[in-house]
């Protein structure tokens, strides 16, 4: 499955498109949808991120039958493919970034994350669009919209991280790093180090972004599962209150 080439950045381009299931194994043959790009290894570690990527819509190539999978990532990019990821919903808000201009191909992302405070200010009213990202500000970015659908961690917590560059890893953004870690979306990248602050590549951002939504849809899968049983188990709790009822009026007769 092909997806059209987008001469730009190698997210503009094509909208979103539902959601298809990750095929369970892929014989990296002729169907692989990597095949499509000349700089694409099919037996790399990066086949599974990048196949869901481009599956999915949420990143396409960079044009010249390229995908880029070494090249940087910036915010402004991040922001789009999550507004992808939920299939780019439109919001009114009114964003205050003093660098965003109207009608930019990342205008509406931005204006989506900043009412859903995915992203925020660096405290000047700058958003820094095409600033580059790092894994640890990725894992923050990514940690937001957890917490905006309900997910994520409250209260005190810990987690141990056993990286020996652990310690490198922001203040701001160490309980988003070990909660990703903690979720299997931040793995390392080898000889056990974290990187926190090494740029976060295409190909790892498709990585961790297919982790990241695996995560989020078992938790959702969880919580209304823990929800089902909580509302059998007050309506269980109902009807034995109503057969009490019931008894005590019949021995009242
Ligand atoms: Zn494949």
Redesign the pocket.
């Given at each position: 499955m092909c997806k059209p080439e987008t001469p730009d950045d190698g997210i503009s381009g094509e909208k979103t498109q539902a959601h298809e299931p990750h095929p369970a194994v892929?014989d990296?043959g002729d169907a692989?949808?990597?095949g499509a790009f000349a700089d694409l290894d099919?037996t790399s570690w990066y086949?599974d991120g990048v196949?869901w990527a481009l599956i999915n819509g949420v990143m396409n190539g960079v044009g010249e039958g390229l995908f880029d999978p070494d090249g940087r990532t910036n915010r402004a990019m991040i922001v789009t493919m999550l507004h992808r990821m939920e299939s780019a919903p439109v919001v009114n808000y009114a964003m205050d970034f003093t660098d965003v201009e109207d009608d930019m191909w990342y205008t509406e992302a931005i204006r989506w994350a900043a009412a859903n405070e995915i992203v925020t200010d660096y405290g000047d009213g700058k958003f820094g669009p095409t600033d580059p990202l790092t894994r640890e500000q990725l894992a923050t970015i990514l940690y937001r919209c957890a917490k905006a659908k309900g997910l994520g961690s409250t209260g005190l917590w810990a987690f141990p991280l056993t990286f020996d560059d652990a310690s490198e890893a922001s203040d701001w953004a160490y309980e988003a790093v070990c909660w990703m870690v903690m979720q299997g979306v931040i793995q390392g990248t080898g000889n056990n180090k974290l990187s926190p602050k090494g740029m976060a590549s295409r190909a790892q951002v498709a990585t961790m972004l297919m982790r990241y939504n695996a995560a989020e849809q078992e938790l959702l899968r969880q919580t209304m599962e823990a929800e089902q049983i909580s509302r059998q188990t007050a309506v269980s709790t109902l009807s034995y209150e109503a057969g009490r009822v019931r008894n005590s009026i019949n021995e009242m007769n």
């Open positions: 892929c990296r692989c949808p990597l099919k086949h196949e």
